[in-house]
């Protein structure tokens, strides 16, 4: 992977406060990134619980966020969703209710929309042009946290939305990667395509080698201890699906192998349901009950 420019890499003199909450059931990472210059943060994909047996919610992870930002006397700017995530359901909405903020997804959750609000068979009242957000990122946008410029990097891959959010020095990939002994995410959902994660890869390990990322996941693999934050350089060197002198043929051809043996994330279902929604539930019956759906032998 060859070094490029990018204007992603600006601000760097600015180091961000980075505070981990992992959930985990669903192995996920929330984030709150702090400006160190003032009282003003965002939220990265946050975590709405759910027991999927009896149906039941709540909100006890997103709770220590609200309490860790109240306690200290913060203010939430944003709430950040790398992409529509098919592994837990977002608890933005609810962070939101509680805090302020604006919400904010990559512009390509439109496709996103479509493309499930068809396997959902969601009527025409369920809009697809993204207005449940905020906000919607194009590659290159800036927003501000505080004094800080925050970036948003369409990375996609994974999934068609897959946004890279770099702030300062520090980068929040989504799904996009792991940790280095992890490997990188699947590219078989509806959407994704193993060549172009491995492109939207190559923009991420273009940044400075000393730039922070974050994980979205971590699966302890060979059964070490959990961890979230690895650097560009470390990624270069020693992540085991894309490291210095891995080809692209190379990485689509493990990429795809691989991703043909995987079953189902368990939560992928309601996931997608309430995250295409921006978090928000699906609307209530007449009866005032809300419900999901499981469609079959539609997604393999």
């Not at 590659?139 to 948003?152: H, R």
């Not at 992890?182 to 994704?192: H, S």
């Not at 991420?204 to 201890?225: E, I, K």
């Amino acid at each position: 992977m060859e070094k490029v420019t990018l204007p992603f890499a600006a601000n760097r003199q600015v180091h961000p406060v980075v505070i981990a909450f992992f959930d985990e059931p669903t192995n996920t990472f929330s984030y709150i990134v702090k400006d160190p210059d003032s009282d003003y943060c965002a939220v990265v994909d946050s975590v709405m619980d759910i027991d999927y047996a009896s149906g039941r919610t709540n909100f006890d992870g997103a709770d220590k966020i609200i309490d860790y930002i109240r306690d200290n006397g913060w203010t939430l700017e944003w709430i950040i969703e790398t992409h529509v995530h098919a592994d837990h359901l977002s608890a933005a909405p609810y962070i939101q209710g509680e805090l302020g903020g604006k919400l904010g997804i990559g512009n390509q959750i439109t496709v996103v929309q479509e493309t499930f609000g068809k396997i959902f068979n969601e009527g025409t009242e369920f809009a697809r042009d993204g207005s449940q957000f905020d906000r919607l990122f194009a590659d290159g946008d800036a927003y501000t946290i505080g004094g800080m410029t925050a970036y948003a990097m369409h990375t996609p891959g994974h999934t068609p939305a897959c946004m890279t959010h770099v702030i300062g020095d520090a980068a929040f990939v989504g799904d996009t990667l792991f940790m280095p002994d992890g490997g990188t995410a699947r590219a078989d959902f509806p959407g994704g395509d193993a060549k172009t994660l491995y492109r939207s890869i190559a923009r991420v390990l273009s940044l400075p080698d000393d730039t922070r990322l974050f994980m979205c996941h971590d699966y302890m693999p060979n059964g070490r201890s959990v961890a979230w934050e690895t650097t560009v350089g470390e990624q270069r060197a020693y992540n085991i699906h894309v490291k210095e002198g891995i080809s692209e043929h190379q990485f689509v051809a493990m990429r795809e192998e691989r991703d043909a043996t995987l079953g189902m994330p368990k939560l992928i279902l309601p996931s997608l349901q309430v995250n295409m929604r921006a978090g928000h539930l699906p609307p209530a019956e007449d009866s005032g009950q809300v419900f999901l759906k499981v469609p079959l032998n539609t997604l393999s």
